[in-house]
């Protein structure tokens, strides 16, 4: 059973940093790609960051590019995205989520590529 259990959201200023964090268990060796998606009120979910967690390689959405950054630490089994420059327009809920499926690291980051989700954190970015 793969469990994904995302912390650090909070309430930030135009221009502050956040760190979000994913602890996972369960199996996942098996496991593509790891990503970072959002969904504000009212709109669709959308992917935001991903990671090829064989090999390392990243993408990013273009609205967060330069901004932010996914990183992973095998050894603490956790996946992390470093906010930094944060604008209004970044508040949503944040999930983290992998994907078994090998397709997940020759696409760009779609939400229906991955079959393991956490419940979200949320951020908020005040003006």
């Known amino acids: 059973q793969v469990q994904l259990v995302e912390s650090g959201g909070g309430s930030v200023q135009a221009g502050g940093s956040l760190r979000l964090s994913c602890a996972v268990s369960g199996y996942t060796s098996s496991h593509y790609c790891m990503g970072w998606f959002r969904q504000a009120p009212g709109k669709e979910r959308e992917g935001v960051a991903k990671?090829?967690?064989?090999?390392?390689?990243?993408d990013y959405a273009d609205s967060v590019k330069g901004r932010f950054t996914i990183s992973q630490d095998n050894a603490k089994n956790t996946l992390y995205l470093q906010m930094d420059s944060l604008k209004p327009e970044d508040t949503a809920m944040y999930y983290c989520a992998s994907s078994s499926w090998w397709w997940c690291v020759a696409r760009d980051i779609r939400v229906g590529d991955y079959g393991y989700w956490g419940k979200g954190t949320q951020v908020t970015v005040s003006s």
């Open positions: 990671i090829n967690v064989r090999v390392g390689n990243t």
